[in-house]
Nanobody, 115 residues
């Protein structure tokens, strides 16, 4: 059974930082790319960053230069380092991976940026 579990969310002031973690099980972790998505209240879920099996990364324009995605295949974890957060970054953050012909999602972790 494929399982993704996000952690690390919370309340942070504008300009602050958070590091999200995504723990994966049930897959050969090193053979799968991973994505980080967020969903703000009343908005569609959007991809903010991804990392491939070769550690190549992509970022949404809105987070370039502020967010950094990484992975540790030994620990079967992916990370999203988020710096210089602003209120527009508020939302539920999800990690995802494609395996066995479908996309799997974690349950999400809430990030709130507010003073």
């Amino acid at each position: 059974q494929v399982r993704l579990v996000e952690s690390g969310g919370g309340l942070v002031e504008p300009g602050g930082s958070l590091r999200l973690s995504c723990a994966a099980s049930g897959i050969n972790f090193g053979l799968h790319g991973l994505g980080w998505h967020r969903q703000a209240p009343g908005k569609q879920r959007e991809l903010v960053a991804s990392i491939g099996t070769d550690h190549n990364t992509t970022y949404a324009d809105s987070v370039k230069g502020r967010f950094s995605v990484s992975r540790d295949n030994t620990r079967r974890r992916a990370y999203l380092q988020m710096n210089d957060l602003n209120p527009d970054d508020t939302g539920v953050y999800y990690c995802s991976t494609a395996a066995r012909g479908r996309t799997f999602w974690g349950q999400g972790t809430q990030v709130t940026v507010s003073s």
